[in-house]
C-alpha cells in the first residue's frame, strides 16, 4: 500500500462484518453517519475557496499561501482590543468560565451592562458598546466607548463599597480576616530589604576592611577632614586642641 493508509476508509466496512457475525451486538453511534456520509477517496488535498480576490503575479510562480486558512474576524475584536488596552490590569482579574447549559449568551440584554447571574468584566464593556452602536445610530464609537466605560465604572465603584461595608460589618461582629494583600507584600519587601543590607556589609568589608573596622560617625570624619586642612597642620599644638 505504500505510504498511505486506506484502512480508515473501511471502518464501515468492517463494522458491518462484525455486526453480520455478531461481534458488535449493538451498532455504534457513528455507523449510520458514515454509512449515509462515507470519507472522500480522494488523497489530494485541493484549493481551498478564497474569501477575497488575490492577484497573482505570475502564472508560473507556485503560491506560497495556497492552503494558508483565511483570517476570521469579528466585530468585537476591534472593540476589544481597545478596551484592554486601556485597562490591562482587567486581564488579571478572575473569570468564571462556567455556563449553565451553553445558552447564556442567548438570555443576555445588553440594553444594561449588568447581567443577572453573571460576572460583570471587561466582556461586559465590550457587549455593551457593540449594543449602543446597533440600537444608538446617533453614537459614535468613541461615544459608545465612552458612555460602557463610565457604567462599568460606576458599577465596579458600587461593587467596592459594598465589598467595604461588608468587611466593617463581619469586622464589628468579630470576623477576623487575617493580613491583606498589602501588608503581605510589604513583609516580603522588608524580608528582601534586611538580606540585601546583610550582604551589602559583607560586600564593604570585603572590599575594605579597614574602612568596615574603623568607627564611623560625624565627628570622625570632621576630625579626618580638619587634619587634612593645611592652616590646621601648620598652627600650634595648642590651636589644634
Do not use: C
Not at 196 to 213: E, I
Request: charged share 30%.
Amino acid at each position: 500500500m505504500g505510504r498511505y493508509n486506506f484502512r480508515p476508509h473501511q471502518v464501515h466496512q468492517v463494522a458491518t462484518q462484525l455486526l453480520a457475525t455478531e461481534r458488535l451486538k449493538t451498532a455504534p453511534t457513528w455507523y449510520d453517519v458514515i454509512g449515509s456520509v462515507p470519507p472522500a477517496q480522494t488523497l489530494v488535498r485541493t484549493q481551498p475557496i478564497l474569501h477575497q480576490d488575490r492577484t497573482r503575479r505570475s502564472r508560473t510562480r507556485k503560491p506560497s499561501k495556497l492552503f494558508q486558512p483565511q483570517n476570521i474576524t469579528y466585530e468585537e475584536d476591534s472593540l476589544r482590543k481597545e478596551f484592554f488596552s486601556d485597562h490591562p490590569w482587567e486581564l488579571a482579574r478572575p473569570r468564571i468560565v462556567l455556563e449553565n447549559d451553553g445558552k447564556d449568551a442567548k438570555r443576555t440584554d445588553w440594553g444594561r451592562i449588568r447581567q443577572p447571574g453573571q460576572q460583570m468584566n471587561g466582556e461586559s464593556v465590550v457587549q455593551r458598546q457593540m449594543w449602543l452602536l446597533h440600537n444608538r445610530p446617533d453614537l459614535s464609537k468613541a461615544e459608545a466607548y465612552d458612555q460602557a466605560r463610565h457604567e462599568f465604572y460606576e458599577e465596579r465603584l458600587q461593587e467596592e463599597v459594598e465589598r467595604r461595608i461588608a468587611k466593617e460589618e463581619a469586622l464589628a461582629t468579630g470576623a477576623y480576616f487575617g493580613k491583606s494583600m498589602l501588608q503581605i507584600g510589604m513583609e516580603l519587601e522588608d524580608k528582601v530589604y534586611e538580606v540585601w543590607k546583610d550582604w551589602a556589609a559583607k560586600a564593604v568589608a570585603s572590599a575594605d576592611p579597614t574602612r568596615a573596622s574603623a568607627p564611623r560617625g560625624f565627628d570622625n570624619d570632621a576630625r579626618a577632614e580638619s587634619t587634612n586642612d593645611p592652616e590646621i597642620i601648620s598652627a600650634p599644638e595648642e590651636l589644634r586642641l
